[in-house]
């Protein structure tokens, strides 16, 4: 009876187990943005602000509120309105993102940044600006708590 309810156990543990690590695997996709997307540059604080101080824009895809409250100063608020999954297939179609407040020229450089790790929104922004033609995209994926941590200027 003894080696019948170990077995028992045995097998729930594997069942539970093999669940929650299935829970954690999915949950980390679904929530966190790739650290890379093709054709698009990734850049730290320290390359965002010297693209800043250059002239090229840094659009806050974050939602006007929260750039109301603090943003990279000299950052430009163009919010990427979010209903689709947070996952690197999600349906732009369910989304809204005025690609008309970016600048015309589609060869121009340009920043995208939000608040980061779960925030998906300026990589959405991101693709949504490759997909329509721009080139020179950069994408700033430690956005705000990055800027922050490094005691760069806000407005």
């Known amino acids: 009876m003894s080696t019948k309810r170990n077995c028992i156990k045995l097998a729930l543990s594997a069942a539970l187990g093999l669940s929650l690590n299935l829970g954690l695997a999915l949950s980390a996709h679904a929530n966190e943005t790739p650290t890379s997307l093709a054709g698009v540059k990734v850049v730290n604080a320290a390359e965002t602000k010297k693209l800043l101080d ?31 999954a947070k996952a690197t297939d999600f349906d732009a179609s369910k989304d809204q993102f005025d690609l008309s407040k970016l600048p015309a020229d ?29 080139t020179k995209i950069n994408w700033f994926r430690g956005g705000m708590p990055e800027w922050v941590s490094k005691g760069l200027p806000t407005q």
Do not use: M
């Open 106 to 134: 589609k060869a121009a450089p340009i920043v995208f940044f939000c608040n980061a790790g779960e925030c998906w929104k300026s990589y959405k922004a991101s693709v949504l600006a490759q997909k329509a033609g721009h």
């Open 54 to 84: 250059s002239g090229v824009p840094v659009i806050d895809t974050r939602v006007a509120a929260e750039y109301a409250e603090k943003s990279i100063k000299g950052a430009k608020s163009v919010p990427y309105k979010e209903k689709s």
